[in-house]
């Protein structure tokens, strides 16, 4: 799933994790963070797969630890050699009896080419019970790299689409109410007028929704009449296409903007 930064992509990525897990269809999730060392790169990445698939196959598991045994350096290995060794020859000895899920969110935070060049041309290896559920950002050399495999179907986010535009109405009124209930205003609030006013804001991105809400629960930010909260009710960035919209409330906090 590929869209910009704000649509969501993020916590779709948790749902699909959370909805496989409850069906016991979950082996591994990874989530790509670039201000989190163990999380910004690769290195990880295809150790924490192994480890998680591990317990689901015991065949697999004697075969990844002796492989590690015979073979300690593969912790520090390149990405290409851990998937090589960790998943794919164990996977291909073992194989799973049912669907294998595995989820990764944020590739745009990893910029490994030899990443790419795993998901491009050695994931379609895997035995046919893999299936990877992975988000990313529109960055060109990972829709120029996926695009062209034929085993990678490409989904992206409607913003406008009336799916997204009830997601977000949903999402404005449950925020404006738990708001109204940690500020102890009244259960007559939100109110239609204000959920529907605070959705034609948001304009399809449930960012802008979630960094709304945190900026109104926060006494301290909301009283202080900051630079970040005025841009926020900024009316003139209202009609703005999402991703410049997006770019300058990143611009202005990026710390506080983390989701999707």
């Not at 041309?121 to 960055?139: A, C, H, M, V, W």
Request: with cysteine; glycine share 6%.
């Amino acid at each position: 799933m590929s869209d910009l930064a704000g649509t969501g992509k993020s916590s779709i990525a948790h749902s699909v994790a959370k909805r496989c897990y409850d069906a016991g269809l979950l082996a591994s999730s990874f989530f790509f963070d670039r201000d989190v060392s163990e999380r910004n790169g690769p290195q990880n990445l295809f150790t924490s797969i192994a480890r998680d698939l591990a317990p689901l196959n015991r065949g697999f598991a004697e075969r990844v630890n002796l492989i590690l045994e015979n073979e300690r350096s593969l912790a520090w290995a390149s990405p290409s050699r851990q998937f090589d060794q960790l998943i794919l020859a164990p996977s291909l000895v073992h194989q799973f009896s049912g669907p294998v899920v595995i989820v990764i969110d944020a590739l745009d935070e990893d910029h490994d080419p030899g990443l790419l060049n795993i998901l491009c041309n050695e994931i379609s290896k895997l035995p046919g019970s893999f299936r990877i559920f992975l988000t990313s950002r529109p960055e060109d050399h990972i829709v120029i790299a996926l695009s062209h495999a034929a085993h990678v179907h490409q989904r992206s986010i409607d913003i406008s689409g009336d799916a997204n535009k009830s997601d977000i109405g949903l999402y404005c009124r449950d925020r404006l109410r738990h708001i109204a209930f940690q500020k102890r205003l009244g259960t007559d609030l939100p109110g239609a007028q204000l959920s529907k006013e605070l959705q034609i804001k948001a304009e399809g991105l449930s960012i802008w929704v979630s960094a709304v809400s945190e900026y109104l629960s926060n006494p301290k930010t909301y009283e202080s009449g900051s630079k970040f909260g005025s841009l926020l009710f900024d009316r003139n960035l209202s009609g703005l296409p999402a991703e410049q919209k997006m770019d300058k409330l990143y611009a202005e906090n990026p710390q506080q903007l983390r989701l999707g």
